[in-house]
């Protein structure tokens, strides 16, 4: 049977043997009264990884990043963002139906808003106004095709939050591939917000979990919203031992592989002709496609190679999203490139 090359995204990852194995052996307890030993264990790992006082263990990246905005906030307060951040655009409008925020939006094609643009909006202090409380970053980016915004920036922004009293949220689903992608220590990038939330379940491989980290106060208050949100799980154990393997060194590093893939990737397919893709932002584990092809829209082309057992996502007519994962190996990337060109081919006959 052909092998289907899965580049649609990288939470389709499995566990793998090392995980499965230590997950099977792993000792139990009931997670909600602190007493699940891998739970414990994870959670110290993270926060150390972080650089955070302490760290909490959640069922998705969703929930970590609802529950940093509920800490961090009242209802009515207002939270900056960059435009197409994930929490903004992605998580089932949370922001506003359960945490009753306002949203102000400010563009940054680069991952993160400019400093300048997050001063001038921040709001005086007036009645009328909702109060400016927190920033959201986001690293690496995923509308913007997994790019890693400048740190200098993240930093700039850090700082004008310390000089107006505002707090810094991280959605670092991705963190690692920015670690990674830059050669330095996650908690290096962290440093750069408050609370960080990461994911378990996507690059990393680890099949369930996400984890917030930051200082203990807001991370003890972060326990009592689990536990309203539903996110109160019991024998976490299995699944914090996967996480543990996925936070282990070689498996952070393995990541460095996905980024070659895709790389690899869009060095083939930008030599396509009337495909472009701007090699500059291929940095972690995502090529954005721009179909530049008269008669083939970017939901044609992923319908033609489904055919063929290479999924990929149309994110709009003209740009298809590729991303790498450990499910996908070099010799997968350049058969990947060869159906895309088989059915340019017959596209081109027909
Ligand atoms: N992203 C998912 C989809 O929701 C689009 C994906 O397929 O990658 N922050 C970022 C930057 C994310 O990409 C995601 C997941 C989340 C948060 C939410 O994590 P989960 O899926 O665990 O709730």
Redesign the pocket.
Known sequence: MQKVIDLR?D?ITLPTEEMKRFAFQAPLGDSVYGEDPMQNELEALAASLLGKEASIFLP???MG?LIALLVHTNRGDEVILEENA?IRT?ETGGIGAVAGLMVRAIRGEDGAPDPEDIRRAIRPKDIHYPRTRLICL?NTH?RYGGIVPPLSKLQAIKKLAEEEGLRVHL?G??LFNASVYLGIPAKDIAACADTVMI?L??GLGAPVG?LLAGPRELIEEARRYRKMLGGGMRQTGWLCACGIVALSPGNIARLAEDHRNARLLAEKLVEIEGFEVDLSKVQTNFVLLYIRRRNLTAYRLAALLKEKGVLVTPVSETVVRFVTSKEVTREDILAAVDTVKRVLEYETKT
């Open positions: 995204r939470t998705s990246g969703t990043n994930h992605s986001e995923y959605d689903a991705r994911s379940s996507k996400s």
